[in-house]
């Protein structure tokens, strides 16, 4: 795509990253690892709509560019002005999360960019969560990835406070300080099977999590 056809997807881009900023002075905490351009899976906690938009916010610029969010394609594609901005603004990897027979599954659309050398955002809860828990059950797609992409980093993370910028309900924002920590890379072992696997990356994510967002 030429410099031109991308330039309003660029300036859109820098909009909501400048909104997002504003509305919840998102901070990105290294803690195990480093901002690298290192092929990664970035994989987290998901209660938001706002979520990637505050990894993505997050990434530094260079890494941001080889770095899609893999969305639901029923919610992206569902209208024009959805359609700008999953494709436009943020490159996302838009899926059809109920193949039918034959056609590509989710982790095989996955792996395919992965094997282009792009890196991914995906959320192993499968779905937002809306419950009392801190995290849902891990699907088991990132397992499959880590199998099949071995070298790429799976890196963790928690998103803090974004549940309670836009409470459950609500449509107006509340403005409030949220931050994303990132933990230290992990990949999936030689003989480890995906439920050992799984609850090990679940418990990589709720390290991750501030003490004081335990307490609250």
């Known amino acids: ?105 989710p982790v095989d659309l996955m792996a395919e960019s992965l094997s282009h050398g792009e890196s991914l955002i995906i959320f192993p809860e499968g779905t937002r969560n809306t419950t009392d828990a801190p995290l849902l059950p891990f699907k088991s797609g990132l397992f499959h990835l880590g199998r099949r992409s071995p070298g790429v980093e799976l890196v963790p993370l928690w998103i803090d406070n974004i549940r309670r910028v836009i409470p459950k309900g609500q449509w107006l924002p509340v403005p409030m300080v949220c931050s994303v920590t990132y933990g230290e890379p992990l990949s999936v072992g030689a003989d480890e099977d995906k439920d050992t696997f799984l609850r090990r990356a679940e418990a990589a994510v709720l390290a991750l999590r501030p003490a004081e967002s335990i307490d609250a």
């Open 1 to 105: 795509m030429t410099t031109l056809k991308r330039l309003p997807g660029v300036v859109v881009g820098e909009l909501i990253m400048f909104f997002a900023r504003a509305l919840t002075g998102v901070r990105p905490i290294w803690r195990g690892t480093l901002p690298r351009q290192t092929q990664r899976i970035y994989f987290g906690n998901h209660g938001s709509h706002g979520d990637f938009v505050l990894i993505w916010t997050t990434l530094p610029g260079p890494i941001r560019d080889i770095t899609r969010p893999v969305a639901g394609q029923d919610y992206w594609l569902a209208s024009a002005l959805r359609r700008f901005i999953g494709r436009s603004v943020f490159n996302a990897l838009l899926i059809d999360r109920q193949p039918k027979p034959g056609e590509p599954t």
